[in-house]
């Protein structure tokens, strides 16, 4: 009895770090999608890693805004042509699972522009998986 125990709880430990290693590659992959297409000069791919939603939060240098179309207005804006985006690279620091559901991730950003001082900063990023896909539901980026 006391072997299977053990068998069935070694099954379930590995079940449980395939599943961590899955949403690890998943969330990677969500960042790879939005460095590929900034680096495109493509803000509308780059905001479909975001949670379309009216509660969707984003802290920048000035107050919390709510909003897929606030934040995509936003980097619009700040960004208007591809000279401005220059070519974008993150360094991941930190993914910690908090749940099933969520899980915290922690960056820095690099924006290497050539016509323009390039710029960078960190970033904290609150993930959701909604529909079986990982999406930002809050981005908090300096």
Not at 57 to 69: A, D, H, N
Request: one cysteine or more; aromatic letters at 16%; glycine letters at 6%.
């Amino acid at each position: 009895m006391k072997k299977i125990f053990i068998i069935c709880y070694l099954s379930f430990c590995t079940a449980c770090l395939l599943a961590q290693t899955d949403d690890f590659a998943a969330i990677r992959n969500v960042m790879n999608v939005q460095v590929a297409a900034w680096n495109n000069g493509d803000i509308d791919n780059f905001m479909q890693t975001y949670w379309k939603s009216d509660s969707l939060m984003f802290i920048g240098s000035s107050e919390p805004t709510y909003g897929w179309q606030t934040t995509l207005d936003h980097y619009k804006n700040s960004y208007p042509d591809t000279t401005t985006m220059g070519k974008l690279s993150f360094n991941l620091i930190q993914l910690r699972k908090l749940s099933d559901e969520y899980y915290f991730v922690i960056g820095g950003w690099h924006l290497k522009r050539t016509a323009a001082k390039s710029v960078g900063g960190y970033f904290t990023l609150l993930f959701r998986k909604i529909n079986g896909e990982w999406k930002i539901v809050v981005d908090h980026t300096s």
